[in-house]
T-cell receptor, first 114, second 115 residues
Framework: AQSVTQLGSHVSVSEGALVLLRCNYS??????LFWYVQYPNQGLQLLLK??????LVKGINGFEAEFKKSETSFHLTKPSAHMSDAAEYFC????????????FGTGTRLKVLA | GAGVSQSPSNKVTEKGKDVELRCDPI?????LYWYRQSLGQGLEFLIY????????KSGLPSDRFSAERTGGSVSTLTIQRTQQEDSAVYLC?????????????FGSGTRLTVV
């Protein structure tokens, strides 16, 4: 069975500071991993994905994530937070065959302080 | 269309009434998913359609929930005899047959409120 754990339901950072959102996964097979962002009253938008190619993945809006198999982690980072980054972020794991349905983490709400 | 379209965007219904939620996926996307987003439960998988194959209904929470996909395109999620615990945002997503590595494209969701 697959699962995802996002540590910290709320994270606050100052504008210009490093953003680090944590995601750990459990999977018995090599997974696909995704980060999505959700702005208020909107659907989920794909930020980046890991699908067994490069372990350091770059996404949109300056975000990146590193797949670490030994730590079963896929943490999301951004060197310098911007006010527009305030949103909810979801990590998801999917299997690599069959339905490719996602198991989502519970989400982390990012607040950016001026 | 250019994106996944869901309607209505908001729905308020009385307890015990039936509701239908509609999803129009990206043209050519053969895979379609419904998820439910609610406080305390996060994002839950409901149902998956792939082409003409039998749907994966393993996430439907009760027999009051059903979904169909006509002509391999538009999908309708039906909730019968709605209960207050059905209040949530219902999200639809689609992807291409070979696009599992590309991730899903989500619609903006339907916010359902049962009063």
């Amino acid at each position: 069975a697959q699962s995802v754990t996002q540590l910290g339901s709320h994270v606050s950072v100052s504008e210009g500071a490093l953003v680090l959102l944590r995601c750990n996964y459990s999977s018995s097979v090599p997974p696909y991993l995704f980060w999505y962002v959700q702005y208020p009253n909107q659907g989920l938008q794909l930020l980046l994905k890991y699908t067994s190619a490069a372990t350091l993945v770059k996404g949109i809006n300056g975000f990146e994530a590193e797949f670490k198999k030994s730590e079963t982690s896929f943490h999301l980072t951004k060197p310098s937070a911007h006010m527009s980054d305030a949103a909810e972020y979801f990590c998801a794991v999917s299997d690599t065959s069959g339905t490719y349905k996602y198991i989502f983490g519970t989400g982390t709400r990012l607040k950016v302080l001026a | 269309g250019a994106g996944v379209s869901q309607s209505p965007s908001n729905k308020v219904t009385e307890k015990g009434k039936d509701v239908e939620l509609r999803c129009d996926p990206i043209s050519g996307h053969t895979a379609l998913y419904w998820y439910r987003q609610s406080l305390g439960q996060g994002l839950e998988f409901l149902i998956y359609f792939q082409g003409n194959s039998a749907p994966d209904k393993s996430g439907l929470p009760s027999d009051r929930f059903s979904a169909e996909r006509t002509g391999g395109s538009v999908s309708t999620l039906t909730i019968q005899r709605t209960q207050q615990e059905d209040s949530a945002v219902y999200l639809c997503a689609s992807r291409s047959t070979t696009g599992a590595q590309d991730g899903y494209t989500f619609g903006s969701g339907t916010r359902l409120t049962v009063v």
